[in-house]
């Protein structure tokens, strides 16, 4: 995500009294780090100081007036919370706000630091959107604060003056909403917005957050005449962080008509591309996004390519939840995968299935058997097989339909804990000259 996304207030960044810039000191261990953060700030109205540990940071903060620091917790020598402790002797929260920055999402860390006196934190690797508008938010603080402070000179003057602060921050708490919904929008453009028009299938899908921002994702893709492709991905975590990885793994899997694209084995010279297999794919994407000790966050995958002559559909499951499979019986069985996670696996395991006339196919994240109602109880894999089984009589929109309103009924009053994301195929038709045999061997094969 880019920073460009951040809304430029024509004074964000400029102080009380003589409309001079905030003053911000940035202090981190790391050259790249402090120097890409101060530039960034600059960039946006602000002056910034930097400090490359924390006997530096004091110095500088005993013979400096700062209007906020950003402090990273991990530092050799005086550590970030060390630092903390020394600066709330002396500067309030209001005074001088803090927001801490650190290298992993540690409650721990975070609750300690609170207890310091921490005014906010941020998890690295930064994203700038979040970084800019924490500063944000706290200078518009210290600065409501700083002003209701010089208003007990005057009553009346103080009661407008109140009334101003708290429209301010109403304001700062929009802003933060709209830079999140831009987000959100961006994570948005990457959804499929119509499904491929095949001859006999049919597809519906539903994608419902938990927050302003998801952590799964979804996505049809028409490879070439006679192959779709088609996944769910769901990142650990939520927030800002899996919005991230999701979106960043959606990316790499939306390109298709590229030679450089890990879904197809591409032949520029004469403008033809075939769809790679699914174990592949999950290979390549497994390089590209590596497990990073920093935010220690991986996703799961599940990525099918149909071939729309034959019906046969090869998947791979990355750690994900096996389709399930509804047939003209209303039986269901399940296709199963055993590969590891995208980011903690190596090498990857497809399955090929041939699908029949009335088969219906359900890629579904985690969010679907981990809705919990209010007796602590799960949807789980009976009764998400039991609601397709009931709803095999209608089309498949109206099917992925009645999902989330058995989802809805059983949640009751407990809130959506996570993200809930459904994709459906539904081959109205057999293949011509498809043959009965199911391709798959029963170890990948598990009735419900």
Same mark, same amino acid.
């Given at each position: 995500?880019?920073?460009?996304?951040?809304?430029?207030?024509?004074?964000?960044?400029?102080?009380?009294?003589?409309?001079?810039?905030?003053?911000?000191?940035?202090?981190?261990?790391?050259?790249?780090?402090?120097?890409? %953060?101060?530039?960034?700030?600059?960039?946006?109205?602000?002056?910034?100081?930097?400090?490359?540990?924390?006997?530096?940071?004091?110095?500088?903060?005993? +013979?400096?007036?700062?209007?906020?620091? %950003?402090?990273?917790?991990?530092?050799?020598?005086?550590? $970030?919370?060390?630092?903390?402790?020394?600066?709330?002797?002396?500067?309030?929260?209001?005074?001088?706000?803090?927001?801490?920055?650190?290298?992993?999402?540690?409650?721990?860390?975070?609750?300690?630091?609170?207890?310091?006196?921490?005014?906010?934190?941020?998890?690295?690797?930064?994203?700038?959107?979040?970084?800019?508008?924490?500063?944000?938010?706290?200078?518009?603080?210290?600065?409501?604060?700083?002003?209701?402070?010089?208003?007990?000179?005057?009553?009346?003057?103080?009661?407008?003056?109140?009334?101003?602060?708290?429209?301010?921050?109403?304001?700062?708490?929009?802003?933060?909403?709209?830079?999140?919904?831009?987000?959100?929008?961006?994570?948005?453009?990457?959804?499929?917005?119509?499904?491929?028009?095949?001859?006999?299938?049919?597809?519906?899908?539903?994608?419902?957050?938990?927050?302003?921002?998801?952590?799964?994702?979804?996505?049809?893709?028409?490879?070439?005449?006679?192959?779709?492709?088609?996944?769910?991905?769901?990142?650990?975590?939520?927030?800002?962080?899996?919005?991230?990885?999701?979106?960043?793994?959606?990316?790499?899997?939306?390109?298709?008509?590229?030679?450089?694209?890990?879904?197809?084995?591409?032949?520029?010279?004469?403008?033809?591309?075939?769809?790679?297999?699914?174990?592949?794919?999950? $290979?390549?994407?497994?390089?590209?996004?590596?497990?990073?000790?920093?935010?220690?966050?991986?996703?799961?995958?599940?990525?099918?390519?149909?071939?729309?002559?034959?019906?046969?559909?090869?998947?791979?499951?990355?750690?994900?939840?096996?389709?399930?499979?509804?047939?003209?019986?209303?039986?269901?069985?399940? %296709?199963?995968?055993?590969?590891?996670?995208?980011?903690?696996?190596?090498?990857?395991?497809?399955?090929?299935?041939?699908?029949?006339?009335?088969?219906?196919?359900?890629?579904?994240?985690?969010?679907?058997?981990?809705?919990?109602?209010?007796?602590?109880?799960?949807?789980?894999?009976?009764?998400?097989?039991?609601?397709?089984?009931?709803?095999?009589?209608?089309?498949?929109?109206?099917?992925?339909?009645?999902?989330?309103?058995?989802?809805?009924?059983?949640?009751?009053?407990?809130?959506?804990?996570?993200?809930?994301?459904?994709?459906?195929?539904?081959?109205?038709?057999?293949? +011509?000259?498809?043959?009965?045999?199911?391709?798959?061997?029963?170890?990948?094969?598990?009735?419900?």
């Amino acid at each position: 995500m880019s920073d460009n996304l951040a809304e430029k207030g024509p004074d964000a960044a400029v102080s009380e009294g003589a409309q001079t810039p905030f003053h911000i000191l940035v202090v981190d261990d790391n050259e790249a780090n402090r120097e890409s %953060l101060s530039r960034r700030l600059i960039r946006r109205g602000y002056t910034a100081a930097t400090a490359a540990d924390g006997e530096a940071a004091l110095q500088l903060i005993a +013979a400096n007036r700062y209007d906020l620091v %950003l402090l990273d917790v991990m530092m050799p020598g005086i550590s $970030g919370l060390d630092v903390l402790r020394e600066v709330r002797k002396i500067h309030s929260q209001t005074d001088l706000p803090v927001v801490m920055a650190t290298a992993k999402d540690d409650s721990h860390d975070i609750a300690h630091a609170l207890e310091l006196g921490a005014n906010d934190y941020v998890v690295k690797p930064l994203d700038f959107v979040v970084v800019l508008a924490r500063v944000r938010t706290q200078l518009m603080l210290k600065k409501s604060v700083d002003r209701i402070v010089g208003l007990e000179h005057s009553l009346a003057t103080r009661n407008n003056e109140l009334e101003q602060a708290n429209e301010r921050l109403t304001q700062i708490a929009e802003r933060t909403q709209r830079e999140l919904m831009a987000a959100a929008g961006v994570q948005a453009a990457f959804l499929p917005t119509a499904a491929p028009r095949v001859p006999g299938l049919e597809f519906a899908w539903a994608f419902r957050p938990c927050q302003e921002l998801a952590g799964d994702s979804l996505n049809v893709l028409t490879i070439d005449a006679d192959h779709i492709a088609l996944y769910v991905l769901d990142v650990s975590g939520h927030g800002v962080a899996a919005a991230l990885l999701a979106v960043a793994a959606t990316r790499i899997l939306s390109v298709y008509d590229d030679p450089d694209s890990i879904l197809v084995h591409a032949a520029p010279e004469r403008g033809l591309w075939t769809p790679a297999p699914p174990a592949e794919v999950a $290979g390549k994407l497994n390089r590209k996004l590596p497990w990073n000790s920093g935010s220690q966050q991986f996703l799961t995958l599940f990525y099918a390519v149909l071939n729309v002559m034959t019906r046969e559909i090869c998947y791979v499951s990355a750690g994900h939840p096996g389709a399930v499979r509804v047939n003209r019986n209303r039986a269901t069985d399940v %296709l199963e995968g055993s590969g590891l996670p995208i980011g903690i696996g190596e090498s990857y395991e497809q399955h090929t299935v041939r699908l029949h006339g009335g088969d219906r196919i359900f890629l579904y994240s985690d969010g679907v058997t981990e809705t919990m109602n209010p007796a602590g109880e799960l949807f789980g894999s009976e009764r998400l097989a039991a609601a397709l089984r009931r709803s095999a009589g209608e089309n498949v929109t109206q099917s992925v339909a009645a999902l989330l309103r058995d989802l809805d009924a059983f949640r009751g009053s407990s809130p959506q804990s996570d993200d809930i994301t459904v994709l459906a195929m539904d081959c109205i038709t057999a293949a +011509a000259g498809a043959g009965p045999t199911d391709s798959r061997g029963p170890e990948n094969l598990r009735p419900r």
